[in-house]
């Protein structure tokens, strides 16, 4: 099981550390009104979401949003930080083309997250990530080859894998998140000149410090994006007549890559309406 991801281990270690520096139609939404359409440097009197979208991506940028929002559990997601009384999380399109990120996280005083941004990248309705980290965008590949669904679904459980990563972010202590910020290049830095000996004395004290190695912190975040990915779509094809494929596709996914995280998922798959006559044992 961890054979299958080592070698992608030092390609995990750099995007974290390159994340850690940097912190990646339908009736009219009722939920607009609560939404801002402004720029970046505007100062926040109260929380929100803010809506921050080129003019030539506006019309596939709602349609995403509409598929994400077709689901209870999208609507109640985006009614929480639309209504959220300090939190401003921005939305905007970036060059990512295919891919999304979430980051520029800030807190205030108190501890309390106060501001985060979603990008999306132009063409998130394209493009699947590998199974390995990311089981349940990946299982959707072959429901679109077989015209099963649309790009707009991609596009929207990528966009609720990034409202995933702004929730476990939320639950993160600023200390924690600070130290992590400060020592992932510190223990990058000693990894990659020892020889890969993740069992320095060293690393085992940072990564007690800050809850794990760069590796295992990373991938957490993924596996609980994917979860709230994974919610979206239990709403979104609990009726569609291949539900329960897709669950199956997203079950050996998990089993393969993700075993240590696969009780996550399981609690989904089993949640009340998620799957019928499914199975996740």
Same mark, same amino acid.
């Given at each position: 099981?961890?054979?299958?991801?080592?070698?992608?281990?030092?390609?995990?270690?750099?995007?974290?550390?390159?994340?850690? =520096?940097?912190?990646?139609?339908?009736?009219?939404?009722?939920?607009?009104?609560?939404?801002?359409?402004?720029?970046?440097?505007?100062?926040?009197?109260?929380?929100? &979401?803010?809506?921050?979208?080129?003019?030539?991506?506006?019309?596939?940028?709602?349609?995403?949003?509409?598929?994400?929002?077709?689901?209870?559990?999208?609507?109640?997601? @985006?009614?929480?930080?639309?209504?959220?009384?300090? %939190?401003?999380? +921005?939305? +905007?399109?970036?060059?990512?083309?295919?891919?999304?990120?979430?980051?520029?996280?800030?807190?205030?005083?108190?501890?309390?997250?106060?501001?985060? +941004?979603?990008?999306?990248?132009?063409?998130?309705?394209?493009?699947?990530?590998? /199974? =390995?980290?990311?089981?349940?965008?990946?299982?959707?590949?072959?429901?679109? /080859?077989?015209? %099963?669904?649309?790009?707009?679904?991609?596009?929207?459980?990528?966009?609720?894998?990034?409202?995933?990563?702004?929730?476990? &972010? /939320?639950?993160?202590?600023?200390?924690?998140?600070?130290?992590?910020?400060?020592?992932?290049?510190?223990?990058?830095?000693?990894?990659?000149?020892?020889?890969?000996?993740?069992?320095?004395?060293? %690393? =085992?004290?940072?990564?007690?410090?800050?809850?794990?190695?760069? =590796?295992? &912190? @990373?991938?957490?975040?993924?596996? @609980?994006?994917?979860?709230?990915?994974?919610?979206?779509?239990?709403?979104?094809?609990?009726?569609?007549?291949?539900?329960?494929?897709?669950?199956?596709?997203?079950?050996?996914?998990?089993?393969?890559?993700?075993?240590?995280?696969?009780?996550?998922?399981?609690?989904?798959?089993?949640?009340?309406?998620?799957?019928?006559?499914?199975? @996740?044992?």
């Amino acid at each position: 099981m961890k054979s299958k991801r080592m070698p992608g281990t030092l390609f995990v270690i750099a995007m974290f550390a390159c994340c850690a =520096v940097s912190a990646t139609a339908q009736k009219a939404n009722p939920l607009r009104s609560a939404t801002r359409n402004v720029s970046l440097a505007e100062p926040a009197e109260t929380g929100g &979401i803010r809506e921050v979208i080129p003019s030539k991506f506006q019309k596939r940028y709602e349609e995403w949003k509409a598929e994400f929002l077709s689901t209870d559990i999208g609507k109640a997601q @985006w009614d929480m930080y639309a209504h959220h009384p300090h %939190l401003v999380l +921005t939305i +905007t399109i970036n060059s990512n083309s295919k891919g999304a990120g979430s980051g520029k996280y800030k807190w205030n005083d108190s501890g309390e997250l106060v501001a985060a +941004t979603i990008s999306l990248g132009s063409e998130i309705e394209r493009g699947y990530p590998s /199974s =390995v980290y990311y089981p349940v965008m990946n299982a959707l590949e072959p429901f679109e /080859s077989q015209r %099963l669904i649309d790009g707009s679904m991609l596009a929207a459980t990528k966009l609720a894998h990034e409202f995933g990563h702004v929730m476990k &972010i /939320s639950s993160v202590p600023r200390s924690l998140y600070d130290l992590q910020i400060q020592l992932v290049p510190v223990y990058n830095k000693i990894f990659l000149s020892n020889g890969y000996n993740v069992n320095d004395p060293r %690393l =085992v004290d940072i990564a007690q410090k800050i809850g794990g190695n760069p =590796v295992q &912190i @990373w991938e957490d975040r993924e596996y @609980w994006g994917e979860a709230n990915a994974m919610l979206f779509l239990r709403d979104r094809v609990a009726k569609e007549k291949f539900h329960c494929r897709l669950f199956g596709k997203i079950k050996q996914a998990v089993e393969e890559y993700a075993k240590d995280y696969e009780e996550r998922f399981a609690e989904i798959a089993k949640s009340q309406g998620a799957i019928y006559s499914c199975s @996740w044992k």
